[in-house]
């Protein structure tokens, strides 16, 4: 399946700051079935830039870690046997790599192996693990890079390939603090109306100076509620257009290097009634204006799936008129719940309700919402007229949201009972994990 992109996630109204602290909230969508275009394609994760310290006078410097992942789109196939290329001859002079057990090297190039290639989406683990330091008579400022290539066998045509010179790591020597999150595995089975802990309880410097003090972000989506609340920080509640409670803190303790620093207590989350797929976000930074030398362990989510479901709904209705005429036609989406659904970094609405045009008639008033589709579902640059169109919810729905969807229709020729279906279905795929799936689907019927 294909990736949202930009302009998808624009259109929708994700706005920057959410976009930045979230990444993947929502309502799972069915893999793609046999009818749809069948295409996958290999990709390599790897971080755009990575900061190594100065080494100590009459010393080594610190190894830092450098992971590296593969995945592919397409849960329709199985990939495997994933070979991936890692060319470090860009860092002479700079710096030096430590090759994991899953890595062959053969002077500054090595060939890792993946055996097993997952799919796209948060919850996976990067399958080769780099370190690399700086050298030790390399100075502040110093660059180099790394690329990396990538095969593996499986996808539509037997071996998928990630498109060549577009993946590299620039490593630059520095110095300062470097404050950092762990990771924290995805909670699976809470139960609404229940009390977690997050894993997330501390904050390490690995960098080569201290930080003096640190501030903390937590941004919590719309099912979770902060149980304890810090001293030290403020807190911005949901707004109109949002779906995120905010926290800003602010902590005067000094991080030393190699020190972690715990945060005032345990921090306890309320899981909402309404919840499902949830998540909250941390991010901390150096204080005083210092710069955090390696962003990329600076900001971590924690996902959270609660025991819950939401049940979306469309309904149709009927409309009558003669040839000629022009007939107002409504239909409706609506979110019975219990639970909430939320895409807030990918930018993929909520839900699409497609709608099939009745025979006989045409559209000449059309929902801003809608995208005109011909019926293979090409999208067509003419705004009515067309034989499809493709509805898009935002973002969001909260539970017991109701959205209406005013059409117009002009009668050219009266079919007795002409039928328009109308179907919810994901951004993505075909399909919801909805309790009743039955009524995803309705029918506008015209003259009946």
């Not at 046999?34 to 006078?57: H, M, N, R």
């Not at 700079?94 to 994991?100: L, N």
């Not at 498109?163 to 950092?180: E, I, K, M, R, Y």
């Not at 803190?249 to 290097?257: G, Q, R, S, Y």
Request: charged share 20%; net charge negative.
């Amino acid at each position: 399946m294909t990736p949202v992109s930009v302009s998808r996630a624009l259109r929708l109204g994700a706005t920057g700051a959410v976009a930045a602290a979230l990444t993947a909230v929502g309502l799972a969508a069915a893999p793609a079935s046999a009818g749809d275009e069948q295409s996958d394609q290999l990709w390599i994760q790897v971080p755009y830039e990575k900061t190594v310290t100065v080494a100590p006078a009459g010393g080594s410097a610190r190894y830092r870690d450098l992971p590296v992942g593969l995945h592919h789109d397409n849960s329709d196939f199985s990939v495997t046997d994933g070979r991936l290329t890692v060319d470090a001859s860009g860092l002479a002079g700079v710096a030096e790599v430590a090759w994991p057990d899953n890595c062959v090297p053969s002077g500054a190039t090595a060939v890792c192996s993946v055996p097993e290639v997952p799919v796209q989406g948060w919850g996976y683990e990067e399958q080769v693990k780099l370190k690399v330091r700086a050298l030790s008579d390399a100075t502040s400022g110093a660059q180099g890079k790394i690329t990396y290539e990538a095969s593996a066998k499986g996808g539509p045509e037997g071996e998928l390939v990630a498109p060549h010179n577009s993946f590299d790591t620039t490593v630059t020597v520095g110095s300062g603090p470097d404050l950092g999150i762990p990771r924290a595995e995805k909670l699976d089975g809470a139960r609404p109306g229940s009390t977690v802990t997050a894993p997330v309880s501390a904050v390490t410097n690995t960098g080569n100076e201290p930080a003096n003090g640190f501030t903390l972000q937590l941004w919590a989506t719309y099912g979770l509620d902060f149980a304890t609340k810090y001293p030290q920080c403020t807190y911005t509640a949901p707004g109109a257009g949002t779906a995120v409670t905010r926290a800003t803190c602010a902590f005067d303790t000094v991080v030393e290097p190699g020190a972690t620093v715990e945060l005032p207590g345990p921090l306890k989350l309320d899981i909402a009634r309404h919840a499902l797929y949830e998540r909250i976000d941390f991010g901390v930074e150096p204080a005083g204006g210092a710069t955090d030398i390696q962003t990329d362990d600076n900001n971590v989510s924690w996902i959270i799936e609660a025991t819950n479901k939401a049940d979306f709904e469309v309904r149709g209705g009927t409309v009558r008129g003669k040839a000629g005429t022009t007939v107002p036609a409504t239909f409706t989406f609506l979110n019975r719940g219990p639970a909430w659904v939320g895409h807030l970094g990918s930018g993929d609405a909520a839900a699409v309700v497609r709608f099939h045009v009745p025979e006989g008639t045409r559209a000449t008033a059309v929902p801003e919402s809608c995208e005109p589709r011909a019926l293979t579902g090409e999208p067509l640059e003419a705004r009515l007229g067309a034989p499809r169109y493709d509805c898009y919810l935002p973002i969001w729905v909260k539970q017991n949201t109701k959205a209406d969807f005013p059409f117009t229709l002009t009668i050219d020729r009266v079919v007795k009972s002409a039928t328009g279906t109308l179907e919810a279905r994901p951004d993505w795929g075909t399909s919801f994990p909805d309790p009743n799936p039955r009524n995803n689907t309705s029918k506008l019927v015209v003259n009946p």
